[in-house]
């Protein structure tokens, strides 16, 4: 089945200090969307509205044409992966797959690394093989889109290969959001991408245009 979230007429304001406006934005299952912006324009924010992390009266964020309700995601509907490590410190490796219903062993398949490690617990490993294991979790887990915010960040060159191509498989399956300061990697994957500027989103067809905006030179 194919699923639309889209966002639209967003506003949002930190004091008098205005964040977003006027922003859309539309994904869809089996399209990437990217959005790209220089630091502190409001990625992340948006990301956390789109969530339900952040509140504010001034949006509509609507999947299949239907209004979801402020502050809750249902995790068949949307998966965010935050910038911070979220899974417990407590929790076994293996726990966490057997929590998103997901094989390990496929896991460690691309992942080799990882193999030995199912019964550690997550406090055991870096902060970056944690961000590795949670990145693969949201975005092979059961649910309509993925959000994802700086999902290449802190990885090497071939683990983000790797996860560009789960993201080009998972696709099929799903909706795909996220931004990233690698933009490189943003701009090779995305089918939709958009751009923050002077809190308004932008729609860029053609990638040559980034340097119009400002964001490349």
């Known amino acids: 089945m194919e699923n639309l979230l889209e966002i639209d007429s967003v506003q949002l304001k930190f004091g008098e200090k205005t964040i977003l406006n006027n922003i859309y934005l539309k994904s869809e299952t089996g399209k990437v ?7 502190g324009c409001g990625k992340s924010c948006l990301l956390k509205l789109i969530f339900g992390e952040i509140k504010t009266n001034e949006k509509s964020v609507r999947i299949n044409g239907n209004t979801l309700i402020e502050g809750y995601r249902n995790p068949k509907d949307m998966r965010m992966l935050p910038q911070f490590n979220f899974l417990p410190k407590h929790l076994k490796v293996i726990q966490a797959f057997k929590y998103f219903d997901l094989d390990f062993s496929e896991f460690s398949d691309l992942f ?16 970056g093989n944690v961000r590795i294991i949670e990145t693969y979790l949201i975005l092979k887990s ?14 090497s060159p071939k683990n983000a290969k790797t996860f560009i191509e789960i993201i080009k498989q998972e696709k099929d399956k799903k909706g795909i959001i996220l931004t990233d300061h690698l933009y490189n990697y943003i701009t090779k994957i995305s089918d939709y991408l958009y751009i923050i500027k002077d809190c308004v989103s932008y729609k860029i067809d053609d990638k040559n245009k980034l340097k119009d905006y400002g964001y490349l030179r």
Do not use: M, Y
């Not at 969307?33 to 630091?39: A, D, S, Y």
């Not at 080799?112 to 902060?127: D, N, P, T, V």
């Open 142 to 155: 059961d649910t309509k889109f993925c959000v994802l915010d700086e999902p290449f960040s802190h990885l």
């Open 33 to 39: 969307t990217g959005i790209l912006g220089r630091n």
């Open 112 to 127: 080799s690394e990882f193999s030995e490690w199912a019964q550690f617990k997550i406090q055991k490993l870096s902060g």
